[in-house]
């Protein structure tokens, strides 16, 4: 069993910055991928970032790619999304999830655990 909480989310306007983070428990946290997908309401959930078991490698989907990095402490067991430049379209429930493989993924279905979610607001 993994257990994944999120932290970091909150109000802020738009132009600004939040840092997520994502505390992981459970499993060994360097031998998967890493992801963080958001869903807006009334909208599907989606795919933002995800990052390789050694961080290295890193994909974007492309309404955040040059604003969004996502980064990874394996010795925290601890996973980031750095968000810039904030737009109101930015505005979800952004979650961390762990990949039931060791590749980085932009499908949700790759993905075993879900964190509970954090509510990153922008206003304009």
């Known amino acids: 069993q993994v257990q994944l909480v999120e932290s970091g989310g909150g109000l802020v306007q738009a132009g600004g910055s939040l840092r997520l983070s994502c505390a992981a428990s459970?499993?060994?946290?360097?031998?998967?991928?890493m992801g963080w997908f958001r869903q807006a309401p009334g909208k599907e959930r989606e795919f933002v970032a995800t990052s390789s078991r050694s961080g290295l490698s890193t994909y974007y989907a492309d309404s955040v790619k040059g604003r969004f990095t996502i980064s990874r402490d394996n010795a925290k067991n601890t996973v980031y999304l750095q968000m810039n430049s904030l737009k109101p379209e930015d505005t979800a429930v952004y979650y961390c999830?762990?990949?039931?493989?060791?590749?980085?993924?932009?499908?949700?279905?790759?993905?075993?655990?879900w964190g509970q979610g954090t509510q990153v607001t922008v206003s304009s």
């Open positions: 459970g499993r060994t946290f360097s031998s998967y991928a």
């Open positions: 999830a762990v990949t039931s493989t060791v590749l980085p993924s932009r499908l949700s279905g790759d993905y075993a655990y």
